[in-house]
Each structure stands twice: as C-alpha cells, then as structure tokens.
C-alpha cells in the first residue's frame, strides 16, 4: 500500500518562503496525480495545487503566482514552493495521491505565517 510523508512545515513570517515535500512509498503504478490540500482553523479542506502524470497543473485562485507545485518521478516525491507567504496561508498542509484505484493522503504538515 502506498504511504505518503510531508516535511517542511514550520513557522515563517509574511513575506517569506517554505518549500514543502512529500515522498511516497509503496507500490503505485500507472496515472496519478499528486497535490496539495490545507485546511486552516475554522474552514473545510481546500485545494491548494495539483499535478498531473503528464505535468499539468492546478492552483486555487488565492496562490496562483506565489506557490509552485512540481514532481520528481524518480524520487517519488511533489513538492510545495510557497512564496510571499500571508498569514491566511496558515494551514495544516496534506499530500494527496490519487488514480482510478486509490487515493492516499498524508499526515499533514502545519505550515504557520505570522510575526
């Protein structure tokens, strides 16, 4: 079975950058898509991003032009680049694998913004 693990949450202040990961394990082949989701206090999980098996890319509104979402085949593994991070960006952050026959999430990670 397939297992995801986030790293790179923590504390930054507004302005500022983190970059997280997500490597999978366990065995998964054929089309998938990848992405991020964050749920912050008092809301419903929402979309952050998404990448397709064949590279293509969805963002919510509210980070278009400051996250950037990628994948590594080779290491298994999707990675969050946030930028001009905001303190509405403050959020347990999950990994999401998803085909035809499953859809994994990970653990979270807390991703906070403020000063």
């Known amino acids: 079975q397939v297992q995801l693990v986030e790293s790179g949450g923590g504390l930054v202040q507004p302005g500022g950058s983190l970059r997280l990961s997500c490597a999978a394990s366990g065995s998964i082949f054929g089309i998938y898509t990848m992405g991020w989701y964050r749920q912050a206090p008092g809301k419903q999980r929402e979309l952050v991003a998404t990448?397709?098996?064949?590279?293509?890319?969805n963002y919510a509104d509210s980070v278009k032009g400051r996250f950037t979402i990628s994948r590594d085949n080779a290491k298994r593994t999707v990675y969050l680049q946030m930028n001009s991070l905001k303190p509405e960006d403050t959020a347990v952050y999950y990994c999401?694998?998803?085909?035809?026959?499953?859809?994994?999430w990970g653990q979270g990670t807390l991703v906070t913004v403020s000063s």
């Open positions: 990448t397709s098996n064949g590279g293509r890319t």
């Open positions: 999401n694998l998803e085909n035809t026959y499953v859809e994994v």
